[in-house]
């Protein structure tokens, strides 16, 4: 049973640089090789760039690092990720900035599975504060654990390599940057599809944002832990709906991001990406779009990704 103790604790504090380099390094890998995160010595940062921080610079609940969540005595080594959100108080971080960020234990929550057994839910908030000490930015990461037997993969697809270059990808090259004061409700950039999705991307994605579980890269590992090949990573698509998003509306805008990773999906599949403006209201005499983004599998049109994303589209 996790101790309940544990709940909104916080600490220790860590310091996270937004350092160019790895900036640029993360937007490479999630199809944004652009001038504005590129080039910009004060890049405002990718819209899930922040999923890194507990990774390389602090701790995760799978990765607690000596910190007082080792106390949950939970068994995380098998755990998914059932959503991650980013809220913005204001304009992205920037290159150069330096935030200091804690992260604690917000909640957990209990329940059955319909294949049976017990769902742990846990989510883990990260709080992000400037030199001022002001709070510019949280991220909330949800992992989920099951003591269901059974295998929740069925099949993946022969994975053929295929020469995709060695400079990174840029799908959404053809994505017109939009006018915000024209932009309506219904309107959208249309459909991007991929090709099939190949180990290396998989790989950049897996150091540019830090995991480095072999799920996603060791055929054989993969194959032995029951899986029938390696699956991809729900964060990398998720980044690949943000520079999709910010193609067409820019990274300073957006304010929120909610996803949710509803199924698995392998290498080698091929993916789309589209999006929508749902809604626009005024808050605060800004204009406020939402969009539904959602990155699907192909062959048999099931989301992988779905997000909602909120951007400030002005006065």
């Not at 600490?11 to 390094?25: N, T």
Request: charged share 25%; proline share 6%; hydrophobic share 40%.
């Amino acid at each position: 049973m996790i101790d309940q103790t544990l709940i909104g604790r916080f600490g220790p504090d860590y310091e996270m640089p937004i350092e160019r380099g790895k900036l640029r390094e993360f937007a490479n890998a999630t199809y944004a090789p652009w001038p504005e995160f590129i080039d910009d010595h004060r890049a405002v940062i990718p819209p899930t760039y922040l999923c890194s921080a507990g990774v390389f610079w602090g701790y995760t609940l799978e990765r607690p690092r000596g910190t007082h969540l080792e106390a949950l005595d939970h068994d995380l080594s098998v755990s998914l990720h059932a959503e991650e959100s980013y809220i913005f108080h204001g304009e992205p971080p920037r290159a150069g900035d330096v935030l200091t960020a804690r992260a604690g234990l917000e909640s957990f929550t209990e329940k059955h599975g319909s294949r049976g057994g017990k769902l742990v839910f846990l989510t883990l908030l990260t709080e992000f504060r400037n030199q001022a000490g002001d709070l510019i930015a949280e991220a909330r990461s949800v992992s989920v654990t099951s003591d269901a037997q059974g295998n929740i993969a069925t099949s993946a697809p022969d994975y053929e390599p295929i020469d995709i270059g060695r400079e990174p990808l840029d799908p959404f090259a053809a994505i017109e940057r939009a006018d915000v004061d024209a932009i309506t409700q219904g309107a959208s950039p249309g459909r991007i599809d991929m090709a099939p999705l190949s180990i290396r991307e998989v790989v950049r994605y897996a150091a540019a944002g830090g995991e480095d579980d072999p799920l996603h890269y060791d055929l054989v590992h993969a194959k032995a832990q029951g899986f029938p090949g390696m699956f991809g990573l729900g964060m990398h698509q998720a980044g690949g709906l943000g520079s999709y998003a910010t193609r067409w509306l820019g990274a300073k805008r957006v304010r929120s991001m909610r996803i949710r990773f509803p199924n698995m999906f392998f290498v080698g599949e091929e993916l789309s990406y589209e999006g929508k403006v749902s809604s626009i209201e005024m808050t605060d005499d800004h204009r406020m779009a939402t969009l539904d983004l959602t990155c699907t599998r192909r062959s048999d049109d099931a989301p992988i990704v779905e997000a909602i994303m909120q951007l400030d589209l002005g006065g």
